[in-house]
């Protein structure tokens, strides 16, 4: 449990949607003020998109199918690792290099510093207008970038081959292509103090999971699987969802208060009675889910590993982002294809299976044989439909602050509702602590209405 609340929320009830981070770190919140909660989770595990996979045939330790690496300044997922005494392990430290297809042939960098450096040079005017309206998403500044993409941005700024070749590889770190990314997300990545290339990066010693499973411990949690959400109702006295269980009608629970911790992508399919406001339900429809395919090769030996270069590279090409899959001992390494690379790297693997793949990979050195594979396509999956979050040019910037705001006595939370964090596992955490709070506040303004 965390920290002695008051029990503000004693005798009220909450449902939370949604089993992933920001859900279970939204339950353990309310009930440590008080609140009876019951989770509800579409699938039949928990994690959302967090799922380490223990596979001893493909590794001795357990595979990352979805997010993986937690970066040396999110205090928030660190603090609970903390508090469950789980184990950080530093990862890949030589960082990410770059491996790009400008000119018809694949060219290796080392390091990102000098493409990013003229990639700051480049959108320069823009990123200090945005700087001094304090990166503010509702400024008309930030209007003004957000109708623009990041593509048609560095083709009006006259940017060289290769930083228009990293701009794409860089739909590895956002799911997104450069014409399909608002070049106002491309604008607040150009005023980070570092390069995407040089972060330190940890992961949890034996497997990501073991945070979501020391969540789902905790007592006076009520956890039902396969339950899938398809209406809301709520009113100013209380909430009923609704939930699938074979009959036309499906199953109605009620409670007190609600947080939904489900994707845009998924929530926006469901039935609100009555309807959420039109600026949320414009923003639901305009945010998209990064395609993602996740993959793991295994080899008999470490045939890419050469002295003085790093073991993982962002990329423009059809296999994605590479990396030495970190915390297992067989020799391995993950892939992750996102944006359009994502239906390549599927394409890839229908054709001609992990081997083909892998012979893309030349640049790295001689390829040696794949003796297995795992992959994970996230836009498949019914309940995540997407990586994560995308904000593209039909995404208005206003609309961002649409996306945390509750209404009524529903709260919202997960990775797309975090303004510093999106897109990371740190940003469901601190969404999760965010609406938790919300519903705490709530309560305490239901204020006893004034004698006649």
């Known amino acids: 449990m965390p920290k002695a609340l008051s029990p503000t929320l004693k005798g009220r009830r909450v449902i939370v949607v949604g089993g992933g981070l920001a859900g279970l770190v939204a339950a353990r919140d309310l009930i440590a003020r008080g609140a ?102 509702n400024s008309t500044i930030a209007q003004t970038l957000g109708r623009h993409s990041l593509q048609s941005l560095l083709a009006a700024r006259g940017a060289s081959r290769e930083v228009v070749a990293m701009a794409q590889g860089l739909r590895g770190f956002y799911l997104a292509d450069p014409d399909q990314l608002s070049a106002l997300v491309g604008i607040e990545q150009a005023l980070q103090p570092k390069d995407p290339g040089h972060m330190s990066v940890s992961r949890i010693k034996g497997g990501n999971d073991r945070l979501v499973q020391a969540l789902a411990k905790q007592p006076k949690l009520t956890i039902a699987l396969k339950s899938i959400v398809h209406t809301i109702e709520h009113d100013d006295r209380e909430v009923r969802v609704i939930v699938a269980d074979g009959s036309k009608r499906g199953a109605m629970l009620k409670a007190d208060y609600l947080v939904v911790t489900a994707p845009a992508t998924v929530s926006r399919t469901w039935e609100f009675a009555p309807a959420l406001p039109t600026t949320l339900r414009r923003a639901w429809q305009a945010l998209q889910g990064g395609p993602a395919t996740k993959a793991h090769v295994r080899f008999d030996t470490h045939w890419w590993r050469k002295h003085g ?13 590479v990396w030495e899959t970190a915390g297992t001992g067989p020799a391995s390494l993950t892939l992750l294809a996102g944006g359009r690379a994502s239906a390549g790297l599927l394409g890839l693997l229908e054709e001609g299976g992990p081997q083909r793949v892998v012979r893309r990979l030349s640049w790295l050195g001689e390829p040696g044989e794949a003796r297995d594979f795992r992959s994970m396509s996230w836009e498949l999956d019914p309940f995540a439909r997407g990586g994560y979050a995308a904000f593209g040019p039909e995404f208005r910037p206003e609309w961002r602050s649409e996306l945390s705001r509750a209404v009524g006595r529903i709260a919202f939370a997960g990775e797309h509702t975090s303004r510093e964090w999106q897109g990371y596992m740190n940003g469901a955490v601190e969404s999760g602590h965010r609406a938790a709070r919300e519903i705490e506040m709530m309560q305490l303004m239901e204020l006893p209405s004034a004698p006649a």
């Not at 990329?315 to 982002?321: F, I, K, Q, R, V």
């Open 36 to 137: 009876g909660v019951q989770l509800l989770e579409a699938r039949s595990r928990l994690g959302g998109r967090v799922w380490s996979v223990s596979d001893r045939e493909f590794s001795d330790a357990p595979i990352e199918i979805g997010g993986e690496f937690i970066d040396g300044n999110q205090d928030a997922i660190r603090e609970l690792c903390r508090e469950f005494k789980l184990t950080l392990q530093p990862v890949l430290k030589e960082g990410f290099g770059l491996a790009l297809d400008a000119n018809g042939r694949v060219q290796v960098f080392n390091s990102l510093r000098t493409i990013w450096s003229d990639f700051k040079q480049t959108v320069a005017t823009e990123a200090e207008a945005f700087r001094k309206v304090d990166c503010d998403w």
């Open 309 to 321: 270069r790093p073991r993982a590279f962002g990329s423009n090409l059809d296999t994605g982002a």
